[in-house]
């Protein structure tokens, strides 16, 4: 006969049946708490990183906004002098109201309010372009002058450079800090390389940044201003003949590079006016990428794409990359070569 395992049960005395979980359903329950533990993992891991991709494509616009902004909106003082000055009659080719060259007559970044660098950076040394190299960024050179006496937060009045630093101190403008005079400001953008530290992936990599070189630290080199900028593609408006209004007027007929902008001018000046001077708009296309690799692993065989600045349809990733990549473009009206009075 079988025996059954009892127990005394300690109120009544008597004899009770032992109960537990047989060794099957001890498996059962660690599998299915395993189960639900990988479904919450699972559901952490990938909520996390939509989170990384949504904050990454944020920041991504966010960049994309301020560097245009920063640009442009340099873009639409360049060439700027006061009205209210009379003209430098110890001078004879300087009027005041009018932009002229006070930094350096011998470069010719300085000579008009914009000037551009195709494929290269501003070189502080040398005061001019680096050579050109394919495929490379352009950068772009603003000058102008500001007045203090419009007050430091107004737009005219702000004569600081674009890092910050009072241009008071450049050489150029020792004379006319003494006189209360109109103060030349120049700023250069290009893009540096510079190494930022990212969070998330907790290791250092090298990005691309936009960077300024202002004439407050002419000694000094170009500062980052906002990292993951990797290519700035610069196009300028340039008009046809001498800008008369009965015929095309001022707007610009084609867009070009800053090479071929210089190549225009080797034809002299049309109407009075260099080929710089002629710009009158801006079109400025940057790249910007995500810090972290916020993009989630590619199915083999699957092929993703973006638009740069400098192909008509779009281009395919860098095979492993798992950056996000995004263009942005804008156009700006340079004011004062609208001007009848350059």
């Excluded at 920041?59 to 442009?72: C, Q, V, Y």
């Excluded at 007050?151 to 008071?168: F, K, M």
């Excluded at 210089?262 to 790249?287: E, F, H, K, L, M």
Aim: glycine share 10%; proline share 3%.
């Amino acid at each position: 006969m079988q025996r059954q395992l009892t127990a005394l049960d300690k109120k009544s005395g008597r004899a009770s049946r032992q109960r537990g979980m047989t060794l099957v359903e001890l498996m059962v329950g660690l599998v299915i708490g395993i189960v639900l533990s990988l479904a919450a993992a699972a559901l952490y891991l990938a909520t996390r990183e939509a989170s990384r991709t949504t904050q990454s494509i944020s920041d991504i616009n966010e960049t994309g906004k301020i560097a245009l902004e920063m640009i442009g909106r340099e873009v639409q003082k360049a060439g700027f002098y006061p009205a209210q000055y009379g003209q430098d009659t110890t001078t004879a080719d300087q009027f005041y109201g009018v932009y002229y060259n006070a930094k350096d007559s011998t470069k010719v970044a300085f000579n008009t309010g914009l000037f551009g660098c195709a494929g290269a950076n501003y070189n502080p040394a040398t005061k001019a372009c680096d050579a050109t190299v394919a495929g490379q960024p352009d950068s772009i050179i603003v000058n102008y002058f500001a007045t203090p006496e419009f007050g430091a937060d107004s737009l005219l009045g702000n004569a600081n450079d674009c890092n910050r630093l009072p241009v008071s101190g450049d050489a150029v403008n020792a004379a006319s800090v003494a006189a209360s005079q109109p103060l030349y400001v120049s700023n250069r953008f290009g893009i540096v390389n510079t190494d930022s530290y990212v969070d998330s992936d907790k290791n250092t990599v090298t990005v691309n940044s936009l960077g300024c070189h202002g004439n407050g630290d002419e000694a000094g080199s170009a500062q980052p201003a906002l990292e993951g900028i990797e290519d700035m593609v610069i196009r300028y408006g340039i008009y046809a003949g001498d800008g008369d209004a009965a015929a095309a007027g001022k707007s610009p007929t084609s867009f070009m590079t800053a090479t071929e902008v210089n190549q225009v001018d080797v034809a002299g000046p049309v109407g009075g006016r260099t080929a710089w001077q002629r710009v009158t708009a801006v079109s400025i296309c940057i790249v910007v990428r995500s810090l972290a690799n916020s993009r989630q692993e590619d199915k083999a065989g699957d092929v993703r794409t973006y638009r740069n600045c400098r192909d008509a349809d779009p281009v395919e990733l860098p095979a492993g990359s798992r950056y996000i990549y995004k263009s942005f473009e804008r156009v700006y009206a340079v004011r004062n070569n609208l001007s009848d009075n350059l």
